[in-house]
């Protein structure tokens, strides 16, 4: 057992005989009391745990629930412990077992239907967590919670109208989540209507999705493509360059698709204007330029010259790679170049997922835009 997991279960362990106490004999009534008081059971349950028989101390204290019906916070508790642990099907067999009390007090009851929709949500069985939490959401006291797993499941489902359904109704009982999530709901509606063709409807979605939050580089993003079907190149770059400007984490994967839209021509200008607008800000926004020039092929451009040498003659790790010698070096960057063709490239700054691609959405932990550029941290 690890000390974590040895950590987490001594806390249950004070949580179960603390709820025991409790139970038996109500808080400041006869204390202390000695554990040879407790039920034998219970010790045996706890021996269970500590041993790492986990179903056979399930099993012992749900049996003994039957017998005491005080300690039904402390089986909350165990049970909110093994979602967390991602051990649904035991949290589900214990807020089941509560629900199948018919002594159960109705808030206790209302508690355990939102419990039981959360390790339904956990399992991924949406439409069982959606059906419970709409039905907790008529609850005063859980609406708040229940509102707001709601829109979780919206979310997994790809219903964004919902989404922002419950996320008005979070805002109505001022217990919304920021803006932006929002926004992004509104951005994935208008993504949808581009799909559709509805560039009109996208574009109404797009402003009102900016009403919420701004700057929304994702939102200029997606206006940049609509004015690239109608055939405005210009306002497409216009669009892709703020997005750029909002976002420098986008280079990556924009760049190419910026140098496309202005045409062989005007790519030096335009680099050269990148390069003006990263150095006005930091080092590393000049870092991320030149990592995304290079990952895009654009070695050799004239532009970047002096600012691929910039940055990997100062920079902490990428200097000892640095020889000072044109012929070398232009063979390092061609190196790292394909190393980078290669390499996990965005980084969920919540939860640490990487991966290749860039998302809005984290896949793993369903943060809104929290992905960073990942390969420029790992050589800083
Ligand atoms: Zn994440």
């Given at each position: 057992?690890?000390?974590?997991?040895?950590?987490?279960?001594?806390?249950?362990?004070?949580?179960?005989?603390?709820?025991?106490?409790?139970?038996?004999?109500?808080?400041?009534?006869?204390?202390?009391?000695?554990?040879?008081?407790?039920?034998?059971?219970?010790?045996?349950?706890?021996?269970y745990?500590?041993?790492?028989?986990?179903?056979?101390?399930?099993?012992?204290?749900?049996?003994?629930?039957?017998?005491?019906?005080?300690t039904?916070?402390?089986?909350?508790?165990?049970?909110?412990?093994?979602?967390?642990r991602?051990?649904?099907?035991?949290?589900?067999?214990?807020?089941?077992?509560?629900?199948?009390?018919?002594t159960?007090?109705?808030?206790?009851?209302?508690?355990?239907?939102?419990?039981?929709?959360?390790?339904?949500?956990?399992?991924?069985?949406?439409?069982?967590?959606?059906?419970?939490?709409?039905?907790?959401?008529?609850?005063?006291?859980?609406?708040?919670?229940?509102?707001?797993?709601?829109?979780?499941?919206?979310?997994?489902?790809?219903?964004?109208?919902?989404?922002?359904?419950?996320f008005?109704?979070l805002?109505?009982?001022?217990?919304?989540?920021?803006?932006?999530?929002?926004?992004?709901?509104?951005?994935?509606?208008?993504?949808?209507?581009m799909?559709?063709?509805?560039?009109?409807?996208?574009?109404?979605?797009?402003?009102?999705?900016?009403?919420?939050?701004?700057?929304?580089?994702?939102?200029?993003?997606?206006?940049?493509?609509?004015?690239?079907?109608?055939?405005?190149?210009q306002?497409?770059?216009?669009?892709?360059?703020?997005?750029?400007?909002?976002?420098?984490?986008?280079?990556?994967?924009?760049?190419?698709?910026?140098?496309?839209?202005?045409?062989?021509?005007?790519?030096?200008?335009?680099?050269?204007?990148?390069?003006?607008?990263?150095?006005?800000?930091?080092?590393?926004?000049?870092?991320?330029?030149?990592f995304?020039?290079?990952?895009a092929?654009?070695?050799?451009a004239?532009?970047?010259?002096a600012?691929?040498?910039?940055?990997?003659?100062?920079?902490a790790?990428?200097?000892?790679?640095?020889?000072?010698?044109p012929?070398?070096?232009?063979?390092?960057?061609?190196?790292?170049?394909?190393?980078?063709?290669?390499?996990?490239?965005?980084?969920?700054?919540?939860?640490?997922?990487?991966?290749?691609?860039?998302?809005?959405?984290?896949?793993?932990?369903?943060?809104?835009?929290?992905?960073?550029?990942?390969?420029?941290?790992?050589?800083?």
């Amino acid at each position: 057992m690890t000390e974590l997991s040895l950590l987490t279960w001594a806390l249950v362990v004070a949580a179960l005989v603390l709820g025991i106490l409790a139970g038996h004999f109500g808080w400041g009534k006869r204390w202390p009391v000695s554990l040879k008081q407790l039920h034998p059971d219970y010790l045996t349950g706890l021996d269970y745990l500590v041993t790492e028989q986990p179903d056979r101390a399930l099993d012992m204290f749900l049996k003994l629930m039957d017998a005491n019906a005080d300690t039904i916070e402390t089986h909350f508790a165990l049970g909110s412990l093994y979602r967390r642990r991602g051990e649904v099907e035991r949290a589900i067999r214990i807020h089941q077992n509560l629900l199948a009390r018919a002594t159960l007090a109705p808030e206790h009851r209302e508690q355990a239907l939102l419990a039981l929709a959360q390790d339904y949500l956990r399992a991924g069985l949406l439409d069982r967590a959606e059906g419970l939490f709409q039905q907790v959401s008529e609850v005063p006291r859980l609406r708040a919670s229940a509102l707001d797993a709601l829109r979780l499941v919206y979310e997994r489902q790809h219903d964004w109208q919902q989404a922002l359904g419950a996320f008005r109704h979070l805002q109505h009982i001022k217990a919304a989540p920021p803006l932006k999530v929002a926004a992004h709901y509104l951005c994935e509606l208008a993504a949808l209507a581009m799909e559709r063709g509805d560039a009109m409807g996208a574009r109404q979605l797009l402003r009102e999705a900016r009403a919420q939050s701004s700057p929304l580089p994702r939102a200029a993003l997606l206006r940049a493509q609509i004015a690239q079907t109608e055939a405005q190149p210009q306002l497409a770059v216009r669009l892709l360059r703020q997005a750029l400007t909002e976002a420098p984490e986008l280079l990556q994967e924009e760049l190419p698709h910026l140098l496309e839209l202005v045409g062989p021509q005007a790519r030096d200008l335009v680099l050269v204007e990148l390069v003006a607008q990263a150095e006005s800000r930091d080092i590393g926004e000049l870092k991320r330029l030149v990592f995304a020039a290079i990952a895009a092929g654009l070695v050799d451009a004239p532009p970047l010259r002096a600012s691929i040498e910039r940055v990997f003659s100062q920079d902490a790790t990428l200097k000892a790679v640095w020889r000072a010698d044109p012929v070398q070096d232009a063979h390092t960057v061609h190196e790292i170049g394909a190393l980078l063709a290669n390499a996990e490239k965005y980084r969920c700054i919540e939860c640490g997922f990487s991966g290749r691609n860039f998302y809005w959405h984290c896949p793993a932990c369903h943060a809104w835009a929290s992905f960073e550029a990942y390969a420029i941290v790992k050589l800083r």
